[in-house]
């Protein structure tokens, strides 16, 4: 089982951590959009997995927006 806050030291992850066991019940504080969906995605395979794959879909899944006149892919 994967437990998911939106921020580390908030009540719900201070109530989430008494939850956790290791290797049985992990946690991930700092949840994002692409996190929940990559944890969802994953929900099937082993937990370690779907632990690596929340927090890679968070760090990849953060990253500065162009201004809407430039082109996304050109940059231009």
Known sequence: ?????????????????RLLVPGRVEGVAGVNVPMLVRALTYRHEPLKTVVAKAMSGGIEGVFRMPPAHENAATGT
Request: glycine share 12%.
């Open 1 to 17: 089982m994967l437990v998911l806050s939106d921020v580390y030291g908030a009540t719900p992850s201070n109530i989430g951590a």
